[in-house]
Every structure is written in structure tokens, then in C-alpha cells.
């Protein structure tokens, strides 16, 4: 058992004047943060379990620790005999690890001797360090006459530090750049390693270059920043010429805007591969604005309305009329489908939080994701919770109290049968209660209707509903296998549960808040216009025209014609612009999107353009294809909710179906817009009429 300097001081501090202190009259008594005192008191109670005492957190009372005399004095006894540590063994592994980053070969016992610690110690965090690389594509060895030698790339390299920063100092992190905001400088490197005015000055910059990054991103792209700069300086280069997708044009303008104004302030100069690397990392950010990102990703749009609505059918809970939902997981998911293709993992400090708090909504959307993304491959936990926790807000109302029930049958119904239940629910949070039964009880009155999932460690012949053999030890594989049940059977376990049962509706963008009169109605007139708007002035031309960039200039000078914009020169522009960063043809149809938001644009406008001889752009799947159907789908730059429903309305219906895509390809003026009318009239009848 190890305790830092400040865990000590805590403990005496409680038990002096018990009761009198709160968390934070001991933060401001040892001058640290109060999400400090929290993370060490954390600690405390464990250490306090192994003297048998509890520490009670009463907000009334102070803080007070219990239990029995005898026990407090064993705890006093080992507080004045003990030594304390300021390092925990964490914080040794994290210098470990930067060690081996610097020097990438050292003799067991020096590395031992520089970081304080015995051989012995330095082998069980080598052991664990190493299994941990390896996720990261870096070796390391250990050799008897040579010692310990690291192998890597230094992209991996960099990779590791972040992840391992972030995933265990995530809140020392957050707190560390609030004292140095507030002007509490150190000469001492933060965590060890970090140079407080580099961090500082990145936090500065970044923030002020590219404000709309969500919080935990944010957070990480500083951290990757700040290790970019560090290594570089050290002359620890990437010289291996990466890859990078052409979509990455954006953030690597951001990304040279940044480190030019590092550049101006320190001696440290960035690479074009350092460049690189960062706008990748800065592609595969999330924003916290949900309307930043593009509205129309058809292809996308119709993949995460269908991960809606499969959510939905397992969970026995209409959730497809949630647009702010929609919205959501469509920022979401653009960014983290990014970072899987680069294989950049995302650490969430929420996950196991929230697998507690919605296992069974955890199930589901792991299940859709995975049925609805095959191609990507496998979401890790981290990169679940973030999804799961958009359908948690959507789901507020709802809390879920599903408790699953299981019964374990035994052949006795004693003995190994207690083991084996209290293995079950520490193994699989999603069983909430387990029952134990003999085989001749249920043989003789067990109702099994009353349980979500029979386990048996024997076969039962004479039952005739699905149960999942296991062994009487719980192995691995029979965890997983009792996992797979519940997922496969969520439906079932949903129905008569709490989510059906809740008669409130979710709500809709309109229902959030209680709304007055005048905000009713403007919604009402944002939503008339916006139909009217697309229906008035929805066209279909036949045109000669060669090139998609000369049609989409006629139909944007057509529109300018009819006043529906005014500028037609920089609304071209702004097309050019989008189709510069990634492909507007439709896979698998033969329709090209071109679209953009633009303060020209007066009202919607949508537009196609049917040729007769194919012209070629590039798809949204990177590759080239042939189209010819070109639509036009322009938006002023201000939009409402409302407005922003009818555009992903019209973007989403595109290939909603393979009639559908028959339909907007067929070049007919009257079916396209007995189409329109009708996702109109259904959009009204779910979203206007019944509100």
C-alpha cells in the first residue's frame, strides 16, 4: 500500500476535526482545486476500506471517517510510521515511459536507479507498459547484456503519449490549464513533462484560430500540439512521408495558421509532416456546433437514420422524429468515421460511467452501429459512449430501469451455483438481479416467464424457451456468449419494461421549452416558406452543357435571374469550394449533389440538371464516377431548425430507397415533385399537425 504527502494530510486533517471539513475547506487549506481533493479522496476511501473504515461524504456534516476504534488506531499507527510518497506508481509509469521515448535503449538496472524504483518493480511496469504498445504498433524488447530497446514509428510514438496522457491525467490535464490561465506559472514541467508556457501558449492560440472544437477534443488536440512541438524541437522527426486523405484541406490551413504564430514566439520550427499529422488529428475532432458541419452528407445522413431507427425498434421507443438527435450523432459520426479510418483512437473518461448507466441502450447501439457500418469494422467502447450518450439526452425522459432478471439453475441449487451468480453480476453489469434454482424446482413449479435469461450450468432437456449453457466457473467465452443473448434479444427485454411504459413524448425542437404564441407561429412561417420556397421554384432542365462546372453556373445565374439569390459569381465560389473538399456524386446512383450555405442565398433553392451524355466528378467515397443528374441545393447562411429539417428532408430522401433513387434520376419533372410534396405532407403530419 503506497500514500501520497496530500493523502496524508488529508486523512490527519479529517480525523483532527471531524465533521467541521468540506471538500472544499481542504482545498483552499492546502491550496489545491477542489476536483483535486475529490480525485485523492477517492483514493482515501479505498485505503480506508483496507483498514475496515468508511469515509462519509454527508454535505451537511463534513467529512468523517467511521468505523471502530480499534481500527482508526490502527490507521493513526500507520500514518506516523509510514512514509509517504509523492509519485504514484502511475505517475512512475508515465516517466518510464518518456524515458524510453527519449533514449529508446537503457540497462535495466540505471533505468531502475533513475527512476527510484527496484528491478523487480521496474519489470512489472515494463511488463504492463509493453502489452499496452503494442495497440500502439511499438515493440519493446529486453535482452540479457544489452537491456531495454523500444521500436516505433514516431507517429505511434507521438500517438502513445497523447493516449496515455489522456487517458490517466485527463483532469490534472484540465486543472493544470486553469492555473496557468489564471497566471499560477511553475518552473517545474507539467506532469513531467509538458513546458507550461508552450502549453499555455497553445491553449491561447488554438482558442483563438479554432474556438468551436467540443471540450474533450479540444483538450486532446492541445495535448497532440504540444507533444508535436516538444518532439520536433528535440529533433524526435517524423521522417516517414505520410499519407493523408485530400479531405484534410481545411484543417491544414488551420494547422499552418497555428504553428506560424508558435513559430513567431518560439525557436522551434514545424515540419510539413508535423503539419500533416496535426490536421489529420485536428479532421478527426469533434465541433461543438452541430450545424457546422454539412447538413446534406446524404450517404451519411441516410446511415444514421437508420441506426435511429433500428435503436429505436430494439428499445420499443420512437425516437425517428428527433431531429436534434439526427443532428447530433450526423456531427458526431463524420469526425469519428474519420478517426476509424485513420485508426486514431478516441478516449472517452465516460465510458465506464455510462455502460453503467444505459447497458442495455449500450447493447443496442453497439448492435446498429455495428450492422449499419460493417465496412469501418469495430467501434471500441470509448467511441460507443459517445454515441450512446446523444440517444441518452434524447432518452432523458425515459431513464433507464429496465433491471434485467436472470436465473442460474444448478443441479443442487447450493454450493458452486452462489459463486457462479456472483460472478454474473460482476461480470455483466447488465443483469441487475440473479435467482438461483435447483433443477427439481424448476421442474416442479419455476415460472420462467418472469426471467430475462435462464443461465444453466446443465442441460435442460425438458424446458422449451432459450437458455445459455455455461460452465460452473464463468469462462471468457461463456461471459461473451451470455452477452451476445442480451444483445440479440434487446427487442424482447424492452417491451414490457420502462421505456414502453413512459407515456411522455420525446421532444422535438419545438417542445424543448414552452413556446409563446409568436414563437409558434414563426416557426409555422419558417416551415411555409421554406416548403414553399423548394416547391415554387424546383426545376428540372434538359441541358447540352459538357462540363458539371458550366451547368452548375447556368442553374446558379438562372436562380440569380429569379432573385432567389444575389450574387451568382461568389455563390459559385462557395460550390467550388465545397466540391474541393471531398467527392458530391452518390455512390451507386447516377446524381452528384452540389450544395452550400452562402449569405447571397436568399431563400432554398433545388435544382437538377439531367444531361445526356455522362459527365464525371468524384464520388463521396473518394472515387470517380459518372452522373447525369446534377442537383443543386442552395441554403442562405443563417437557417433555422426548422429549415435545416426541410434541407436534411430533402438530402436524406435522396436515397432513402431504390424507388427514390429512381425517381430523382428519372428526369421527370412532375414524379420528382409529387415526391417532394409528399415527404413534405409527412414531415407536416408528424411535425406540425400533431404538435
Known sequence: MYITSREKAIIELIIKTSGKHTAASIAKYLNVSVRTVHRDLNTIEKTLESFGLRLNRNPNQGLMIEGKYEQLFRLMQYLTTTHPIDQTPLEKKLLLLLSLFEEESYKIQALANDLGISVSTLTAYLDEITDWLRDYNILITRKRGVGVELFGKESDKRHAMASYFLQNFNEELIERLFLLEKGEYSSRKVLGYFKADYLLAIDRIVHQVHPNLADSDYLGFIVHLCITMQRTEEQFLLEERLVYPNEISNEYHLIIKICQELELMYSVSFTKEDMNYLAVILKGSKLKAVDAVPYDSVVLSRMIKN??????????????KDFSLYQGLLAHMEPALFRLKQQMGMYNPLTEEIQKKYPVLFMAVRNSLDKEFKEIGHFSDDEIAFVVLHFGSALVMYEEDLSIKALVVCPTGIGTSKMLA?????????????????????????????????????????????????????????????????????????????????????????????????????????????????????????????SHDQIIKEMVRISEKEKLLSNSIEVIEALKNRERQGGLGIPNTEMGLFHCRHKKVNELIFKISSVKDPVYIKGMDNKDMPIRHVLLLLAPEELSVRKQEIISLISTSLIESNEAIMIYSSGNEDLIRQKLESIFLDYLHHHVIKE
Not at 442480451?486 to 417491451?495: A, D, M, P, S, W
Open 307 to 320: 441506426v435511429i431507427q433500428d435503436v429505436s425498434t430494439q428499445l420499443n421507443v420512437d425516437m425517428t
Open 422 to 546: 456472483s460472478r454474473i453480476k460482476q461480470e455483466i453489469s447488465e443483469i441487475d438481479s440473479v435467482k438461483i434454482s435447483s433443477i427439481k424446482e424448476i421442474q416442479q413449479h419455476g415460472n420462467l416467464i418472469n426471467f430475462d435469461i435462464i443461465i444453466s450450468t446443465v442441460r435442460l432437456p425438458f424446458i422449451n424457451i432459450d437458455y445459455v449453457l455455461v460452465s460452473p466457473l464463468l469462462n471468457e467465452e461463456n461471459i461473451q456468449t451470455i452477452r451476445s443473448f442480451l444483445r440479440e434479444n434487446i427487442e424482447n427485454l424492452t417491451k414490457t419494461k420502462q421505456y414502453l411504459k413512459t407515456k411522455q413524448k420525446i421532444a422535438s425542437p419545438s417542445t424543448v421549452e414552452k413556446m409563446s404564441i409568436m414563437e409558434i407561429l414563426q416557426e409555422l412561417k419558417d416551415i411555409q416558406r421554406s416548403i414553399e420556397s423548394v416547391l415554387s421554384h424546383f426545376r428540372v432542365y434538359s441541358t447540352s452543357l459538357k
